[in-house]
């Protein structure tokens, strides 16, 4: 059974671009999480998505946006990037009752310069 | 408001066993989960449960409102982030609610 898959698994984007990052869940997993974390910091919670429709959503500005497909994949999107979005990406997907907890990506590793 | 509690940094002797405690005070709290963090890899659950549970060196305690990590004969390549979850019902349905992790270090 394939794990969580991140792509890409690393990036260098410039300050003010935008930047794309996608997860595709373990098959069956409906429910989709995107975390980031910073050299230092703990995991920082962005936002979840279930069945296309976000669930929950962290204290992110609204530079993070992020969707998901029928599939259950989903796409992460960072618009205007800044310097402080220099982290590690990660997704985490988990079945319908999510009773036996996430399992997680390897992470994108995004550096801005 | 949710929230869970860890202590920021935890130090142990190779061979110990080191506890890393939580606690928090999330309404509706079902079960805990520990998950391990080695940065650049994917974090990876240990043991989880509402009651107190083990898998192989990791032995998680568990109180209503508290849980401990205990690892056994701990050893350097232990050191890492360990973050406590705690799974919940809300009116919204399910949520996970995550500490902000501890690191761990180890002292040959």
């Known amino acids: 059974k394939a794990g969580v898959t991140q792509t890409p698994r690393y990036l260098i984007k410039t300050r003010g671009q935008q930047v794309t990052l996608s997860c595709s869940p373990i098959?069956?997993?409906?429910?989709v999480s995107w975390y980031q974390q910073t050299p230092g910091q703990g995991l920082q919670f962005l936002f979840e998505y279930f069945s296309e429709t976000q669930r929950n959503k962290g204290n992110f500005p609204g530079r993070f946006s992020g969707r998901q497909f029928s599939n259950s994949r989903s796409e992460m999107n960072v618009s205007t990037l800044e310097l402080g979005d220099s982290a590690l990406y990660l997704c985490?997907?988990?079945?319908?009752?999510?009773?036996?907890?996430?399992?997680f990506g390897s992470g994108t590793r995004l550096t801005v310069v | 408001k949710d929230q869970v509690f860890q202590p920021s940094t935890v130090a142990s002797s190779e061979g110990a066993v080191v506890e890393i405690f939580c606690n928090h005070s999330v309404s509706n709290a079902y079960n805990f989960f520990w998950y391990l963090h080695f940065p650049g890899c994917a974090p990876r659950l240990l043991v989880k449960g509402s009651k107190p549970s083990q898998q192989g060196r990791y032995n998680m305690t568990y109180e209503r409102f508290s849980s401990s990590l205990l690892i056994l004969q701990v050893r350097e390549a232990d050191a890492a982030v360990y973050y406590c979850v705690i799974f919940c019902r809300d009116n919204y349905g399910q949520n996970f609610v995550f500490g902000p992790g501890t690191r761990l270090s180890v002292l040959p």
């Open positions: 985490a997907s988990s079945s319908w009752d999510r009773g036996n907890g996430y399992t």
């Open positions: 098959s069956g997993h409906r429910s």
